[in-house]
């Protein structure tokens, strides 16, 4: 069983940025797309951004020109920088692994912007 833990969360101010991480029990990445989503309080999980095994990457418009998804396949970790953070940011983030009908999802971590 693959776990995915999320790490990096916390408390910024508007305009503020944060890095989070997520790293996998074991190698999978080669093989994997990665993805990162997230939840806000009353509101469906939506995708924010991608990063293909291959190394190609998509964001949700609402992010693009302010966070970046990156991979290490050597540490088995994903990240995502986050810059210019708003307030409609805020969230709990989650990270997420999958291939094919394979699909892996870590515990989620908060991320508060204060205005």
Same mark, same amino acid.
């Given at each position: 069983?693959? %776990? =995915?833990?999320e #790490?990096?969360?916390? =408390?910024?101010?508007?305009?503020?940025?944060?890095? =989070?991480? @997520?790293?996998?029990?074991?190698?999978? !990445?080669?093989?994997?797309?990665?993805? *990162?989503?997230? %939840?806000?309080?009353? $509101? #469906? /999980?939506e995708?924010?951004?991608?990063?293909?095994? #291959?190394?190609?990457?998509?964001?949700?418009?609402?992010? $693009?020109? /302010? !966070?970046?998804?990156?991979?290490?396949?050597? $540490?088995?970790?994903?990240?995502?920088?986050?810059?210019?953070? &708003?307030? &409609?940011d805020?969230?709990?983030?989650? @990270?997420?692994?999958? /291939?094919?009908?394979?699909?892996? *999802?870590? %515990?989620?971590t908060?991320?508060?912007? #204060?205005?």
């Open positions: 069983q693959v %776990q =995915l833990v #790490s990096g969360g916390g =408390l910024v101010q508007a305009g503020g940025s944060l890095s =989070l991480s @997520c790293t996998a029990s074991y190698n999978i !990445f080669s093989n994997y797309h990665m993805a *990162w989503y997230r %939840q806000a309080p009353g $509101k #469906s /999980r995708l924010v951004a991608h990063i293909a095994s #291959s190394g190609g990457t998509n964001y949700a418009d609402s992010v $693009k020109g /302010r !966070f970046t998804i990156s991979r290490d396949n050597a $540490k088995n970790t994903v990240y995502l920088q986050m810059n210019s953070l &708003e307030s &409609e805020t969230a709990v983030y989650y @990270c997420n692994a999958y /291939r094919g009908l394979q699909s892996y *999802w870590g %515990q989620g908060q991320v508060t912007v #204060s205005s």
